[in-house]
């Protein structure tokens, strides 16, 4: 009979020592791995932190992620294509940044281009000044062409020329901020008349290159003697000037009255952020400067500045008096629409100082009615436009420079 009981018995005494043997082994092998392991961890991290400097490197020295980065954010999810490989994104302008001024001639407006050259180099923008000074009246093709490049002009830019004011939306185009300056009618119509004959300090010739082709006795035409007399260059509807500015190009914006008037007004609510007086001068630049801070901070301190000051003394007018009371009364009759308009945008601007909080000193007008006191006026009805006369306004007009 076999003996079954130490089979066993013998079986249970090998199979711990088989297991233990095992598991030495094993816990051998586990002992070793947490080494291994922990030694490719710090060189995977030490790989990713040197890529990840070199990465930062190479970003900072070529304005931006390798061309590899960009490709596996996009593979990633994390941004769309167009943002990666599309233009840069355009940067923050200012509000406005579309500027025009339609300067009226003989209204400082020389002086205000001399500060915005300054300005333009010291807060970087675009100042673009058109050469243009004796087509204030465009075609309708004219308005869209000239429309189309104002609006090509890069951001943030400043436009001015003398011209009337143009409707933008009419054609469908992105209407700018418009800004102007006037003065007292019967000064800027002094201001141009003797400019044109004997013009500025800048050279005692300038005027000769101005109009060569005029002849002595109408360079030395005394005024009174136009006034009264109504010369053309006295008289309706040349001396109709400012409200065209304003008014538009509309053939009507050009004949005296009072759908001009009203039409002028309503542009300049409508679409001038500021219409000023050369009379106060310094707080139409205050405003400026409040209202368009990066286009005009700091235009007051260079306007009082010494160097400003010998290039603005340059801009005055020679030989300018005043005529006879008579004339001027005569004068002041034909322009009444201009000082109704004046008259509006004056009180406008004091407006606009209140509410910004700029005090007011309130001034008398230069010319006021109370000096007509029922005088018998000579003067004529305004004329009615027409070819011939569009003509002849234009030789006119060829004179005209700003100022």
């Known amino acids: 009979m076999k003996n079954f009981s130490s089979s066993p018995l013998h079986s249970n005494n090998q199979t711990p020592n088989h297991i233990r043997e095992r598991n030495n082994k094993k816990y051998s092998l586990l002992s070793a791995i947490p080494l291994r392991l922990s030694l490719r961890g710090y060189g995977f991290c030490m790989a990713t932190l040197f890529l990840f400097c070199f990465g930062s490197l190479f970003y900072q020295l070529n304005g931006g992620p390798p061309k590899i980065l960009l490709d596996i954010r996009q593979y990633l999810g994390e941004s769309t294509f167009l943002d990666d490989h599309g233009p840069p994104a355009p ?29 333009a180099e010291k807060h970087q923008f675009n100042l ?5 000074h004796n087509k204030t009246r465009l075609t309708k093709h004219e308005q869209v062409d000239l429309m189309k490049n104002i609006s090509n002009i890069p951001q943030p830019f400043l436009y001015t020329r003398h011209v009337h004011f143009l409707n933008f939306t ?21 201001s141009n008349y003797f400019f044109r004959r004997f013009g500025d300090w800048r050279g005692e010739q300038n005027h000769l290159i101005r109009t060569p082709g005029m002849k002595d006795d109408e360079r030395y035409l005394d005024i009174n003697v136009c006034i009264l007399e109504n010369y053309p260059e006295c008289s309706n509807p040349r001396v109709f000037y400012i409200i065209p500015y304003f008014c538009g190009q509309h053939p009507q914006c050009r004949e005296p009255g009072v759908w001009a008037l ?22 139409v630049l ?73 005090k007011s000193v309130s001034r008398p007008p230069a010319y006021s009615p109370d000096f007509l006191r029922e005088l018998a006026l000579r003067t004529p009805e305004p004329l009615d436009e027409d070819e011939e006369l569009d003509t002849e306004l234009e030789d006119a007009n060829s004179w005209l420079v700003h100022a």
């Open 262 to 283: 009203e039409r002028a007004k309503q542009n300049v609510l409508e679409n001038y952020l500021l219409v000023g007086i050369l009379e106060e001068l310094e707080d």
């Open 286 to 358: 205050l405003l400026l400067e409040r209202l368009l801070p990066h286009y005009f901070t700091g235009v007051l301190n260079i306007y009082k500045s010494p160097d400003y000051r010998k290039m603005g003394n340059m801009t005055g007018t020679v030989r300018k008096h005043t005529p006879s009371l008579e004339a001027l009364q005569v004068l002041y009759h034909r322009m009444r629409y201009e000082y109704e308009f004046y008259n509006f945008i004056r009180d406008q601007f004091h407006l606009m100082k209140k509410k910004i909080g700029l």
């Open 170 to 190: 009419r054609f469908r185009i992105e209407q700018p901020v418009y800004i102007n300056i006037i003065r007292d009618p019967i000064n800027r119509f002094l």
């Open 91 to 119: 940067r923050v302008l200012p509000f406005p940044s579309q500027v025009v001024y339609n300067r009226v001639g003989k209204c400082g407006s020389r002086t205000v281009v001399i500060l915005l050259r300054i300005l």
């Open 128 to 132: 673009v000044s058109s050469d243009i």
